[in-house]
């Protein structure tokens, strides 16, 4: 595998990051996964947006973010994944310095990895539904920030797993937050419902197409938190990803929801979704 | 400089981190830091215990820290550090594997690497007392993890130098839990004040050494936390840590607390742990 590493196309066993990389030392580093469909990209310059609000946010100097579309279209050709499904990883760290919490002056160099990842198959089967389960919301208070300090999104999905489901759903302060990995969607009535945008959840690009496709298809949103104790009054819940796309959630903890099926307004919503993918 | 990584003794620009490292892509891992007094260690046994709690917290399956000891000594010897102060640097992770916040299978190896570090001019000109500015605690709920998902204090830490201090201490529901690398006492009619142990604050090391000096020295000790409006009622405020050991805090946001001087109680701690340190 061909993969990007601070300037160079090199194969990945020849990536040698430093011991005293402040992504591996602190966390001290951002990231963004990106579809890519059949060799196109989708989303690209919105996850590029997020990418420079994390690294603003973080006060990481890397100004070549306009860069990234070409060296990951250069990847999907280096390896051959122009006709497939694929991720693109990309992480940008704060760099190599000696350790410490000060951040290093100004003329560290950020480090910059990209490589790509073929689709895992439960990305596939997500699509049938899957099972969720209650994790108690014990994140830092700054979620909005893409970081790869995940160590607490690590627990709670095996949490989740340890707990015959596949996917956890946060819960803080007595509401669903968001997925371990995913956004949440609660349908009532038609509408859907999802918790505000804010510093709890991040600003997943996934949601804003479901947001673009519900003006399209004439579906009312309400950015209002949902309550665990509610969701077997919903008549759906979906979660949404860059990986998963839109997925149906059939069981939280165990317990069905609704008739236990994928509901009409998910399905709906995947087949726009998938009429938008095919279009780019 | 000679370290020791996953099994060899070699030089640092040879240690390979994999961009796979689950240290790396989640900050997956854990650290301790270890002070060495001209070639002897410090507490290295109860250092090895927290590690213990903090991978067994995490369920990374490393077994074998009763080793590394030995391996620490080795690095002085390899180093000609026997005869100076320095700090010993661990960090485990859970290894190498395809990204995914599921936990790899049994059979991974986690990463084993060890360093060592000369002191930091710093360290000692903390002991003549240092300023601190209090931040805002948006970490995650489990600092009794000593993980390197570390973004959190790296973001408070920086906001106090920001503001001309030298040390950030973290506010969380209007209580002041702990530095950003250090645990916090205040003194008050000749007894200590220190926020009490739980998930809030990391089991600090040199917390308990205070502790026990405090027995023999009949200083009574309260576990209760600090106010950050009463900081300025108290006698004294001083700071703890592997690095710093017990440094008098002479000011908070830039105004003095008591007499703007290093009190008597901490200079007898102080002096109190320096005799400590000369009989190991």
Known sequence: MKVFFNGSFIEKEDVKISPDDRGFLF????????????GKFFMFS??????NYSL????INYYETDKLEKIAKELLKLNSFENIDATVYIQITRGVAVRSLKFPGGDIMPTVYIT????????????????AFLVDDIRWKRCDIKSVNLLANVIAHNQAIDNGSEIGLFVKDGIITEGTHVGVFGVKNGSLITHPAG????P???R??????CIKLEIPVLEQAINPENVFNLDELFVVGTSPEIAPVISLNKIPIANGKPGIISIKLQNAFNKLIKGI
Do not use: A, M, P, Q
């Open 27 to 38: 966390g001290d580093g951002v990231y963004e996964v990106i579809r890519s469909y059949n």
């Open 46 to 51: 919105e996850h590029i947006s997020r990418l």
């Open 56 to 59: 603003k946010e973080l006060k």
């Open 116 to 131: 790509l990842n073929k689709l895992n198959e439960h990305y596939y089967s997500y699509k049938n539904g899957i099972s």
């Open 199 to 202: 510093k709890e959840i991040l």
């Open 204 to 206: 997943s690009i996934t």
């Open 208 to 213: 804003k197409v479901i947001f673009d496709l």
